[in-house]
């Protein structure tokens, strides 16, 4: 079996998706476009990993657009895995199984408002590499196997310039910093599994990888991904395992929930938080994650779609001639991997004969259609239903759940995330409650914003606003606090760490005057200081965290500066603030 590569290196092609397993026998998924000259900008990680034991197994979500000529995968393993296909089906439905839920429960009614009366009217070729490599290449092949639309290599080498050279030749290219990317694996002796699709499959028809080994914990080394991510690149991974799932050498961070958009939505809402947990991560010093889920769903295999429809078909059309078979399945539609299959075996330029058996009975010879049987039959067994199943199977109902998610830059990239499971932490819920409390004082309106379980702050009182309507996006003044509000040391054998921590004080709005008030604490110095135009979290490299945290409202010329004493002198400033806009409340009210 021959790997096919492109034969000719051009600009904005060649593409090389870099997914590695660490070193130390460690679990570890990830992904990176490269290509010749031009790296290819790289949207997404979506990995789930699960821990039995020493046994990992890593299911690794593929995003590609492009040739499939130009498609690559190396992914250095600690040892020779076995290697399987995964489902991008169960990937979507695992992620809206897990996702955040953003609740806004509202109390009471506001002022009356006047009804208003609106009025209106390139083909790429490709040659055949030989799978043979010698000695005096310096790169070994080890095995070569077939996997779905996947030809694959697993090969090995004791020289990093050596096979970054083997893999420049195959049109893999690593850039300038090949060789460097490669020698920590290589030094522990890894295993590198190359694919590529086969002849005649196309991009569509690529799908996840399952891999399984033996390893101790999971982790990413993102330090590959740096050469072509994009900014703030979002990384999910789902953990499961006999405890929730914590970063070892990350922060553990949780967002600032005041600064959500709680007020359009549960879509908005979302969207909010993943911004806000891309803030949050900045001012953790870019090497982070937040918690969106930990704990246990009950029947979770039941919650995916499973392949029956196919098992069905193949049970039903096996009655069929050759040609009503392929017939019956292309009129099914639903998969693009089945169409390819036919139009591959069965190659014409008049696609409707695939839906009429007796046309096709007269335009190709019973043997070609014997042979595009057995092809379709193998393709709906191995591409579609055996990958939903091997992706089911991976995800175990008995164990505990958790999904991180992070964003990331490649300049932020410079260490390799590891997890682990602490049994002991408290679980964290899908959703988050916050109540949004009303009423209409003095012909103004009065509301208030109180957080609730799932965002660690229940029953906190985080906005409190007199003389301003109901916001329809953040809070007024919630961006000029900051987006973190704990950043935790996480591990699997104790209680999370704090290492910093903002208290917020209400805020606190006065008909146009808006006053933001907190102050931070951590394992180490503090500094707060009036302005608002930043708000900062150093994290140190001991692990410290040094904090600066800014307030202040321009629109009074009020500087207030957060802690001490100051808290009871701000209350009786806005006692103050309240009276005197009760005198003018006639003035406001026919300014609206």
Not at 15 to 21: N, Y
Not at 318 to 339: E, P, R
Not at 422 to 445: E, F, G
Request: proline share 5%.
């Amino acid at each position: 079996m021959a790997i096919v590569f492109p034969s000719i290196k051009k600009p904005l092609s060649g593409l090389l998706l870099l997914v590695s397993f660490g070193v130390a026998q460690h679990s570890s998924a990830c992904g990176g476009f490269f290509c010749d000259f031009v790296p290819i900008d790289q949207a997404g990680e979506q990995i789930v990993f699960r821990q039995d034991g020493d046994q990992t197994t890593a299911m690794i979500k593929i995003d590609y657009a492009g040739n499939a000529a130009d498609f690559g995968w190396v992914l250095p393993v600690p040892q020779t895995p076995e290697i399987s296909l995964g489902s991008d089906q169960i990937f979507t439905e695992l992620e809206l199984s897990t996702r955040p839920q953003f609740l806004l429960e509202r109390v009471g009614q506001g002022c009356p408002r006047p009804a208003f009366d609106f009025a209106s009217n390139e083909s790429a070729s490709s040659v055949a590499v030989s799978s043979q490599a010698s000695s005096s290449s310096g790169v070994i092949i080890e095995r070569q196997l077939s996997v779905g639309p996947f030809d694959a290599l697993v090969v090995s080498s004791d020289d990093p310039e050596a096979l970054a050279n083997w893999l420049d030749e195959n049109n893999l290219d690593l850039t300038d910093e090949g060789g460097s990317l490669l020698a920590p694996y290589i030094a522990a002796q890894s295993k590198f599994v190359v694919l590529k699709l086969k002849n005649n499959a196309n991009s569509g028809s690529i799908q996840p990888i399952i891999l399984k080994y033996q390893s101790d914990v999971p982790v990413i080394p993102m330090t590959l991904t740096a050469v072509a991510a994009q900014d703030n690149m979002g990384v999910l991974v789902w953990l499961l395992g006999d405890g929730r799932g914590v970063p070892k050498n990350f922060k553990h961070v949780t967002p600032n929930y005041t600064r959500l958009n709680w007020f359009n939505g549960p879509r908005s809402a979302y969207a909010s938080y993943q911004n806000l947990i891309t803030q949050a991560m900045d001012e953790a010093g870019g090497q982070g994650f937040a918690t969106d889920f930990a704990g246990y769903l009950p029947n979770l295999p039941e919650r995916f779609t499973t392949p029956d429809m196919w098992v069905g078909a193949l049970e039903e059309l096996a009655g069929l001639s050759d040609a009503g078979f392929i017939s019956g399945f292309w009129k099914m539609g639903g998969s693009a991997v089945v169409q390819d299959t036919i139009r591959n075996a069965l190659p014409t330029s008049n696609t409707f004969v695939y839906a009429q058996p007796l046309s096709m009975e007269e335009l190709f010879t019973a043997e070609e259609l014997a042979l595009a049987r057995v092809e379709l039959t193998d393709t709906v067994n191995n591409q579609l239903i055996m990958p939903v199943n091997n992706a089911i199977d991976i995800l175990d109902d008995d164990l505990y759940l958790t999904r991180l998610y992070t964003t990331l830059s490649a300049d932020e990239m410079d260490m390799n995330p590891e997890f682990t499971f602490n049994p002991s932490m408290d679980p964290q819920q899908l959703t988050r409650n916050a109540t949004l409390t009303s009423a209409c004082v003095d012909n103004q309106d009065h509301w208030t914003l109180k957080l609730g379980a799932g965002t660690g702050r229940e029953d906190e009182l985080v906005v409190d606003s007199l003389g301003w309507g109901q916001p329809f996006g953040v809070a007024r003044g919630a961006s000029s606090q900051p987006a973190v509000w704990q950043v935790e040391k996480t591990s699997g054998t104790s209680d999370p760490i704090v290492l910093a921590k903002n208290d917020f004080t209400p805020l606190v709005s006065v008909g146009d005057i808006t006053v933001p008030v907190w102050t931070s604490s951590s394992t180490s110095s503090f500094s707060s200081t009036a302005s608002t135009s930043s708000s900062s979290l150093a994290v140190n490299s001991d692990d410290s965290v040094a904090v600066s945290s800014t307030a202040s409202s321009t629109s009074s010329g009020i500087d207030i500066k957060s802690g001490g004493s100051m808290g009871s002198g701000f209350l009786a400033l806005f006692g103050l603030l309240v009276l005197r806009l009760r005198n003018f409340k006639k003035m406001r009210t026919n300014a609206r």
